[in-house]
């Protein structure tokens, strides 16, 4: 019965703190409790929480930070435009033009000095730099 308060007693702070060390201590208290109701003493009940505690913070924790740690899926600004498809509306070339990019004119440059896009014709945005869309 005291591992199972002990649980529930650790639960309480991963839930105030979302810190899931707490979680892993619970679980290894919970473990603890297992071991208690098939009837081991308390030195083996006492290992067994030591154990999966240690072993989910040895194994798991790791994972966790990784998954906190990872930023948004979503691209958003200049990044979201990188590899966009765009219509030309004037004239694109080494020197500049003007291009349609999800929905709005932007200033276009071609990468490669020698390439020339007319209008209509389809472009990738390779980078933006400043407010000018460098396209192939």
């Excluded at 219509?87 to 500049?96: H, I, L, M, P, S």
Aim: hydrophobic share 55%; net charge neutral.
């Amino acid at each position: 019965m005291w591992w199972l308060l002990a649980a529930v007693g650790l639960g309480i702070p991963l839930v105030v703190t979302a810190m899931p060390e707490f979680a892993m201590f619970a679980i290894g208290a919970g473990a603890a409790a297992i071991t208690a109701a098939l009837g081991a003493g308390v030195v083996p009940q006492f290992l067994v929480f030591v154990a999966v505690s240690v072993a989910l913070l040895v194994f798991v924790r790791p994972i966790a930070y990784r998954q906190l740690q990872k930023g948004p899926a979503i691209k958003t600004g200049i990044e979201a435009l990188q590899g966009a498809t765009a219509v030309v509306q004037e004239k694109v070339d080494g020197e500049g033009g003007r291009i349609k990019l999800n929905g709005e004119i932007w200033s276009a440059r071609a990468l490669h000095p020698g390439s020339v896009y007319e209008p209509g014709q389809q472009v990738d945005v390779v980078e933006i730099q400043g407010a000018t869309a460098l396209v192939v």
